[in-house]
Nanobody
């Protein structure tokens, strides 16, 4: 069982930055592919970014490329999402997720999810 706890959300003005953190409670953290997803009001949950076990491979949704950066520190069981140049359409609850997978997981392969952290971008 893996517990994930997100933090770092908040209210920011358009063009601003936030850094989301996700703490994982597992001794085998480095075996998990980690992802960030988001869900805006009235919309489905969508993929934002993912990172493999070593941090050597990252994947991003087109709408965040060049603005968001995913990273991880295995020694601390942490994954991060640095969000720059934020836009009002980035407003959503952001979720951290873990998948016990070697290759980039499909969404339904993410076994563990955090409770989410709210990000609100004002115009």
């Amino acid at each position: 069982q893996v517990q994930l706890v997100e933090s770092g959300g908040g209210l920011v003005q358009e063009g601003g930055s936030l850094r989301l953190s996700c703490a994982a409670s597992t001794r085998t953290f480095r075996t998990y592919y980690m992802g960030w997803f988001r869900q805006a009001p009235g919309k489905g949950r969508e993929f934002v970014a993912a990172i493999n076990w070593s941090g050597g491979r990252t994947v991003y949704a087109d709408f965040v490329k060049g603005r968001f950066t995913i990273s991880r520190v295995n020694a601390e069981n942490m994954v991060f999402l640095q969000m720059d140049s934020l836009k009002p359409e980035d407003t959503a609850v952001y979720y951290c997720a873990a998948a016990n997978a070697y290759d980039l997981p499909d969404r339904n392969e993410y076994n563990y999810w955090g409770q989410g952290t709210q990000v609100t971008v004002s115009s």
